[in-house]
């Protein structure tokens, strides 16, 4: 493209009524003419991104007559970047194409070819089969987990596999992937009804995903305060007195059984609920006060006598917890629990133990001084 073709394109800019555009455009016609190439980048990436310069540029355009002539010169996660703004304009089948001839520029280019093939998946995940989908969700993720940095790429790869996940009713990789996608993005480039549905498929997938048997990272995560004061509130709490182990709660609620799948996974979830249960009360004793009965096991998760046997063998098979039953006894004796994220209210009650714990070695200390004093230096 010559470069009068492009000053031609510009000077259209300089009569429009808006000051802001009006200047913005001269100033990236003067980065342009001195090829300051990085300041011309940082500017146009700036501009594309304003929501009020998109209403009145035309994007394609813009591309076609002006980025075009010097896109080989770019950055090319820049570049990759400023055509994903741009083919939000077009329709699916056309930004398709855009960003599939995008990617050929920018293949040699770890992240951006990352990032432009996790945009064109995006596009096409509503109409995609499911196994090709997931071939595409599979080689991504590897090739992500090769970058030596945590940056917004992450985040829009995790988007992609949570919403392929989450497609295919897999539950714990779901729950995975989005705290993994929240924890590369900021929570304000959300709205607040993004937020609020984030957070209730999360806890549901929390409820029902295999092998995760901790909430506490969902219940510490900011996410979870979009459900206060709104209608899915019951979820938070449910959320809350499933961590803690409250069958008690399921039973005395309702709200819960207006949500399809929890309810057709009742049983799942009255297990899951359960071994929560065991793993908060090995929790809460003391390592030195860890043979349990039967009977108080039974007392404290909610079930019958007869079944805490079963409870206990699946929280060993599981690796939730260690140790070993005396069957003759009728008690367990617990070695070990499952390291967990703790809430506040787990954190307060490992303070209190910690402070019992220094009592007791302070009355040890001082038992020592007093009935051996030649020991103490």
Known sequence: ?????????????RSNGDETIRNTFEAMEQFYRKKLWHQLTISLSEFIQNSFFQE???MMDLYSNFIKDFEHRINQLALVRISIV????????????????THKKVKTH?????????HIASLRVETEELEPLKRLVEDLNAE??????????????????????RRTGNHARFYRDTLRFLGCTDLDALTK???????YVLAVAALLGDGVYNFGELLEHPIVWALEGSSREWMFVLLQKANAGSLAHLDSSSEWREQKDLVAAEAQLRAKIS???????????PASERTISFSDIAQRVGVPIDQVEMLVMRALALGLVKGSLDEVQQVVQFTWV??????????????????MWCQTVKKMANGVEQQAPELIV
């Open 275 to 285: 071994l929560l249960a065991l793993m908060e009360m090995v929790f809460a004793h």
């Open 144 to 165: 992500v987990d090769k970058l030596d940095h945590v940056t917004t790429t992450h985040g829009e790869f995790y988007k992609l596999s949570s919403y392929y996940y």
């Open 110 to 118: 770890d992240e951006a070819s990352i990032l432009c093939r996790t």
């Open 338 to 355: 499952q390291p967990r994220v703790l809430d506040r209210t787990q954190i307060a009650k490992l303070h209190e133990r910690w402070g």
């Open 1 to 13: 493209m010559a470069q009068a073709q492009v000053m031609d394109y510009l000077a259209g800019f």
């Open 193 to 199: 009804e993004e937020q609020t549905e984030t957070a």
């Open 86 to 101: 741009v083919s939000r304009k077009l329709s699916q089948q056309d930004a398709i194409a855009f960003l599939e001839e």
């Open 56 to 58: 009145d540029t035309n």
